[in-house]
């Protein structure tokens, strides 16, 4: 079966960090760029990241600049998502996309071809 799947979500206080992977079963990343989302009710969905198929280049939303980090280690097919500083606002469900694109450009309109169930994520005291 081809799938993502995401872990790592949980309850964080503010300024808490997080790590959230995105691994893949059924098919290797190696082609594939990575996304990360994420929605909360009534919002649309928001671009958070985007990792290129090498790892050699990524993308952040600003409201993400300089606290989360994207990695990936393809030997395991996965994609992480650091996040530090945490602030309520990032309170949210997060869903990883691969995209068989090499980069990352305006990622979030590129034709993702899977996508991960969802991990929640509550940044609260």
């Known amino acids: 079966q081809l799938q993502l799947v995401e872990s790592g979500g949980g309850l964080v206080q503010p300024g808490g960090s997080l790590r959230l992977s995105c691994a893949a079963s059924?098919?290797?990343?190696?082609?594939?760029?990575i996304g990360w989302f994420r929605q909360t009710p009534g919002k649309e969905r928001e671009g958070v990241s985007c990792i290129s198929s090498s790892g050699g280049s990524t993308n952040y939303a600003d409201s993400v600049k300089g606290r989360f980090t994207i990695s990936r280690d393809n030997a395991k097919n996965t994609v992480y998502l650091q996040m530090d500083s945490l602030k309520p606002e990032d309170t949210a469900i997060y869903y990883c996309g691969a995209v068989r694109y090499s980069y990352c450009s305006s990622y979030e309109f590129l034709p993702y071809a899977y996508w991960g169930q969802g991990t929640q994520v509550t940044v609260s005291s």
């Open positions: 059924g098919f290797t990343l190696d082609y594939y760029a």
